[in-house]
């Protein structure tokens, strides 16, 4: 798992440090689709390891990538077919 991510997660705001990190990746020009996959394998990481509650944070910011969110928590404008 991305050790950003993971250090994210350890933060007071989990869920608010993910999507800094999200933005802060589009900034430096990742795509939208290599953004998604980071998430999509932290989140299966995640899952497999039985931290669910850390795994909902990151499929919520994932959610947000793909533009499947409410319109001011989108990170890019356009809606990433998965």
Not at 43 to 63: C, T
Request: proline residues 2%; contains cysteine.
């Amino acid at each position: 798992m991305d050790s950003e991510i993971e250090h994210a997660l350890y933060q007071a705001e989990p869920l608010e440090a993910l999507y800094d990190l999200a933005t802060k990746w589009k900034e430096q020009e990742q795509t939208q689709s290599e953004i998604y996959v980071v998430f999509s394998v932290a989140h299966a990481f995640l899952q497999n390891a039985d931290r669910e509650v850390e795994a909902d944070y990151v499929a919520d910011i994932a959610d947000c990538i793909v533009g499947c969110c409410a319109p001011h928590r989108k990170i890019f404008d356009t809606y990433l077919d998965t």
